[in-house]
């Protein structure tokens, strides 16, 4: 799932790429993944593109003076940017993996895809970003927030670190990826209680969270759309590595399933060397 260095990416590129140019058309091809209908798609059609920008997990491409197309891409969804497309025929309802295009006046453009049967992909147009739902809901972003807003925010849900970190309403912009990243490097297990938390240990997340994020930022704004993902998996730890050393200690990385996630962690590094049982509801090291 693209989290905040990502969409920053995506924001950044499409600021220098996409920015100044006029919007031929946009095109739906999944009518599920549209979750607005008033202003109509159609009326991004001769507006040019003024800007991107980041809300959390959500891009936004500033379209005109004052409108908005702001899209959450889910887990599987992506942007391509294509330099010029092949055929000017317009997309036909469910066109595999692609659920809207957006065509640019210099004949560029680009699409809105998800792979996978699961289409959670959502997009949405409007004059104002807050009308999106999860947008007015999130909570302060994860470069924004400062110690004592962090830790206020992370006491303020009692429950496992791993999942509060991960609730954008209570702070935006860190997914499963970058939580795991985060957790590794301030040396905290991912099952530690909220309400347990030392302050120091707070401030270790909070220092944690900031270097892990903006060295993933750095790394990651001036890559193309369809190099972020390599770039991305380049730079992890821990995330996605299970069975491979960890890259600070040398201990091999574990992993924990759940139904349709699962989380990755360095038992020396983080839980005292010891393995956290590989179950939900089983009593968990902390």
Sequence with gaps: MPELPEV???????????????????EVSSLSALKTFDPPITAAAGQPIT?????GKFLDIHVGEDLHLVTHLARAGWLHYRDAFNAKTPLKPGSGPIALRVRLDDESGFDLTEAGTKK??????????????????????????SEDEFAAAMRSRRGQIKG?????????GVGNAYSDEILHAAKMSPFALTNKITDEAMARLHAAMRTVLTDAVARSVGQKAAT????????????????????????TVREVSFA??????CPTCQTNGKPLADRRLSKLVR
């Design 164 to 172: 509060v970190l991960t609730d954008q309403t209570i702070l935006a």
């Design 228 to 251: 972020l993902k390599s770039e991305k998996r380049s730079g992890l730890a821990v995330h996605a590595r299970t069975g491979l050393p960890c890259p600070v200690c040398g201990d």
């Design 260 to 265: 349709d996630t699962s989380l990755q962690y």
């Design 120 to 145: 959670s992909l959502a997009a949405y147009f409007v004059t104002d970003p807050r009308h999106v739902p999860g947008v007015s809901r999130l909570g302060p972003d994860a470069l924004a927030v």
């Design 8 to 26: 920053e990416a995506l924001a950044a590129f499409l600021r220098e790429r996409a920015a100044g140019h006029t919007i031929d058309r946009i």
């Design 51 to 55: 800007g991107a920008s980041r809300h």
